[in-house]
């Protein structure tokens, strides 16, 4: 681990607590203490931008970002930070994918820089970064179509009209069909009841070999921690992989290392593992 110059975190059951809301004060230590030894830290994760630039303003995290499943990448929090990477949906395979998730009466969120566009399908719900103020809002199947139009940088499809903690019995059988149908689309999953829609251009891994380059890194110098399957290319990318405690079985087969849970704070505890291994290394 000597050689760690960047370290990606996916957020959701990694850097933060189980409620999805904190981030425990050992990570942010952890962190703090990894970029003051000369090492970068990039949250990576499925939100938005704008979710995870509000993340790091209110902790004060001195982190880059690599957001929408690797569709975006930035030096630093938006507005302010500068573009690294983007990549949107083909419109033709966008709207492919509509049709197929329009079937299934799951709640659909089309993604755009500071918008979602959202077919509610009877959740009720509005997407909770419009609750908090930080995007803005369009709803139907005219708007999301519309969007397709533009270019999303991702297609959400989630039952609980949220995160999709919770098993989705409609969930699977459209994912499966996607994979057989759209198999040159990275199809994910980074809950049991949600199904991502990206770019074959982007994904995590893709996104964050761009922020390395621009660092002028190579994998070699990065390590990723994850827990789900839509950090799996970001795990394959980097020569240090390592899993959460709580990561499914493919993230534990797929990676070098192995952390504690994120309720047992693994993000700090392997920050200072690499810390002191780099510590022991040169003196």
Not at 12 to 40: C, F, M, Q, W, Y
Not at 124 to 141: M, S, T
Not at 146 to 172: Q, S, T, Y
């Amino acid at each position: 681990m000597n050689r760690v110059r960047l370290i990606a975190l996916d957020m959701d059951g990694t850097l933060l607590a189980s409620d999805h809301h904190t981030v425990p004060k050992e990570n942010i230590d952890a962190i703090r203490l990894a970029h003051s030894r000369g090492i970068r830290v990039a949250i990576s994760t499925g939100r938005m931008v704008e979710d995870a630039s509000d993340f790091i303003r209110r902790y004060d995290l001195p982190c880059m970002i690599v957001a929408a499943n690797g569709a975006r990448a930035c030096t630093g929090p938006m507005p302010g930070g500068q573009w690294i990477y983007r990549c949107d949906l083909d419109p033709a395979d966008a709207h492919r994918a509509l049709d197929m998730l329009m079937e299934t009466g799951l709640a659909i969120h089309g993604f755009e820089d500071g918008v979602v566009n959202t077919v509610d399908n009877g959740s009720g719900k509005k997407y909770h970064l419009v609750y908090r103020g930080l995007i803005k809002d369009r709803y139907g199947e005219e708007a999301i179509r519309a969007a397709a139009d533009r270019g999303v940088m991702k297609l959400f499809a989630v039952g609980d009209g949220f995160a999709g903690d919770v098993f989705d019995p409609r969930v699977e059988p459209v994912r499966r069909k996607m994979i057989e149908e759209l198999e040159y689309l990275q199809i994910t999953s980074s809950a049991p009841g949600n199904v991502e829609i990206i770019s074959p251009l982007a994904g995590k891994g893709m996104a964050l070999r761009y922020v390395a380059e621009s660092l002028g890194l190579t994998r070699e110098n990065v390590m990723a921690v994850g827990d789900a399957g839509n950090d799996l290319n970001m795990l394959e990318y980097a020569y240090h992989s390592v899993a959460m405690g709580n990561a499914t079985d493919e993230v534990l087969d797929c990676c070098r290392y192995r952390t504690a849970t994120n309720d047992e704070c693994g993000v700090a505890k392997i920050i200072h593992q690499v810390l002191d291994s780099q510590e022991k290394t040169h003196g």
